[in-house]
């Protein structure tokens, strides 16, 4: 089991309660076990043991208030020190408090009265009795000794808290980053980009294409602010957004006021030129709602073709996701040559859908790089 699925495993409280137990534990068998004071030898009495309880109760707020906790321990040892009881390694009860202080930042302090507490025995003897020093010295390399790994347990915890804190920088980071890459390409076009994929570009023998045009956008909005023209195209083309989503549609791009849609990739999928027609119908519908920056009614053109495209992505700085090929340019001019607040679609797709949408025929209409050719206005969905 890796250490983060432990910690998931194993709540903060949880593991706060272990460790004051095993705390209040340790500085008992250590009061046990230390040379007892007095002529004769006095036993610890019950102050004593509660130290222990003490120092567990502490170590329960070391995570909120690692100084404090720090200090309030200090203060408690020193107390205790002050009565006849066992004399105990003072690294004992102040581990947990200052390997918590270290591993939270507080390392001059934890240093400071790590210190102190190692040193200050020598600096008494030094001062009262020198010849004790070399026993003295010998008595404390245990201690010492603690004291050391205690610091060096909290310099691994502050390593690794800093090593998580940065694991989950770079996991937020990157998952910012799909997010920006999903709001630009497809789902499965950014997974093969990010899988470091050379060229992209695929053939696609069956796709349904819809170009959506605001009639007379730009000359009304001369005159308006541009918050407001913005606000205009945000508002209308996040509900186009919607739709495409709802019928399972990909947004290849806008161009001004142009919106752009496709069926049938990047994954093929059934009944495209069916989704794309009932978008249209819903466009239309949901244009009739919304009004020009000047406040004045919304007219658009809508052109559908179906057929084959090349598909691919272009760029390696803003890179986009688009469509080539004879359907897509047939799809703009269904739309460039359309009627305002019709659906105009070519022979090929009025094939596809004749049997569950309602149509009605334009005759021959000059379509440019093409002459003339027989295109439909798509009414709705077929009462049939």
């Given at each position: 089991?890796?250490?983060?699925?432990?910690?998931?495993?194993?709540?903060?409280?949880?593991?706060?309660?272990?460790?004051?137990?095993?705390?209040?534990?340790?500085?008992?068998?250590?009061?046990?076990?230390?040379?007892?004071?007095?002529?004769?030898?006095?036993?610890?009495?019950?102050?004593?043991?509660?130290?222990?309880?003490?120092?567990?109760a502490?170590?329960?707020?070391?995570?909120?208030?690692?100084?404090?906790?720090?200090?309030?321990?200090?203060?408690?040892?020193?107390?205790?020190?002050?009565?006849?009881?066992?004399?105990?390694?003072?690294?004992?009860?102040?581990?947990?408090?200052?390997?918590?202080?270290?591993?939270?930042?507080?390392?001059?302090?934890?240093?400071?009265?790590?210190?102190?507490?190692?040193?200050?025995?020598?600096?008494?003897?030094?001062?009262?009795?020198?010849?004790?020093?070399p026993?003295?010295?010998?008595?404390?390399?245990?201690?010492?000794?603690?004291?050391?790994?205690?610091?060096?347990?909290?310099?691994?915890?502050?390593?690794?808290?800093?090593?998580?804190?940065?694991?989950?920088?770079?996991?937020?980071?990157?998952?910012?980053?799909?997010?920006?890459l999903?709001?630009?390409?497809?789902?499965?076009?950014?997974?093969?980009?990010?899988?470091?994929?050379?060229?992209?570009?695929?053939?696609f023998?069956?796709?349904?294409?819809?170009?959506?045009?605001l009639?007379?956008?730009?000359?009304?909005?001369?005159?308006?602010?541009?918050?407001?023209?913005?606000?205009?195209?945000?508002?209308l083309?996040?509900a186009?957004?919607a739709?495409?989503?709802?019928?399972?549609?990909?947004?290849?791009?806008?161009?001004?006021?142009?919106?752009?849609?496709?069926?049938?990739?990047?994954?093929?999928?059934?009944?495209?030129?069916?989704?794309?027609?009932?978008m249209?119908?819903a466009?239309?519908?949901?244009?009739?709602?919304?009004?020009d920056?000047?406040?004045?009614?919304?007219?658009?053109?809508?052109?559908?073709?179906?057929?084959?495209?090349?598909?691919?992505?272009?760029?390696?700085?803003?890179?986009?996701?688009?469509?080539?090929g004879?359907?897509?340019?047939m799809?703009?001019?269904?739309?460039?040559?359309?009627?305002?607040?019709?659906?105009q679609?070519?022979?090929?797709?009025?094939?596809?859908?004749?049997?569950?949408?309602?149509?009605?025929?334009?005759?021959?209409?000059?379509?440019?790089?093409?002459?003339?050719?027989?295109?439909?206005?798509?009414?709705?969905?077929?009462?049939?």
């Amino acid at each position: 089991m890796d250490r983060i699925a432990w910690r998931r495993r194993v709540p903060d409280p949880v593991a706060d309660a272990g460790i004051a137990v095993a705390l209040a534990v340790a500085v008992t068998v250590a009061i046990q076990v230390a040379p007892r004071q007095g002529v004769p030898p006095q036993p610890p009495g019950l102050e004593a043991y509660a130290l222990g309880l003490l120092m567990a109760a502490l170590a329960l707020f070391r995570r909120r208030w690692p100084l404090a906790v720090l200090l309030a321990t200090v203060v408690t040892l020193q107390v205790y020190n002050a009565t006849d009881n066992p004399g105990l390694f003072p690294a004992v009860p102040l581990s947990v408090a200052l390997a918590t202080a270290w591993a939270s930042g507080h390392r001059r302090w934890a240093l400071l009265i790590a210190i102190w507490f190692a040193g200050s025995p020598f600096v008494f003897w030094l001062l009262q009795d020198p010849s004790y020093l070399p026993a003295l010295l010998a008595d404390s390399v245990p201690d010492i000794s603690l004291f050391a790994a205690v610091l060096l347990l909290g310099e691994a915890v502050r390593g690794r808290r800093a090593l998580d804190r940065a694991h989950a920088e770079l996991v937020a980071e990157q998952a910012r980053s799909e997010r920006l890459l999903l709001n630009v390409l497809p789902a499965p076009i950014a997974a093969r980009l990010m899988a470091e994929e050379g060229v992209i570009a695929d053939a696609f023998p069956d796709v349904t294409v819809l170009f959506a045009d605001l009639v007379d956008f730009t000359r009304r909005s001369d005159r308006v602010a541009p918050e407001r023209v913005v606000q205009v195209l945000d508002d209308l083309f996040s509900a186009f957004d919607a739709l495409a989503e709802r019928y399972g549609l990909e947004k290849i791009k806008t161009i001004g006021d142009a919106y752009m849609v496709a069926g049938g990739l990047p994954e093929p999928r059934p009944g495209h030129a069916e989704a794309v027609a009932d978008m249209a119908l819903a466009i239309r519908d949901e244009v009739a709602g919304h009004a020009d920056p000047a406040g004045q009614p919304l007219a658009i053109r809508i052109g559908i073709d179906t057929g084959p495209v090349v598909a691919g992505v272009i760029g390696r700085r803003r890179f986009i996701y688009d469509v080539w090929g004879d359907t897509v340019n047939m799809a703009s001019r269904m739309e460039s040559g359309g009627v305002p607040g019709c659906i105009q679609v070519t022979a090929r797709t009025r094939d596809r859908l004749r049997d569950t949408f309602e149509f009605e025929p334009r005759g021959l209409v000059p379509v440019k790089g093409k002459g003339e050719m027989d295109v439909y206005l798509l009414l709705g969905r077929s009462s049939r």
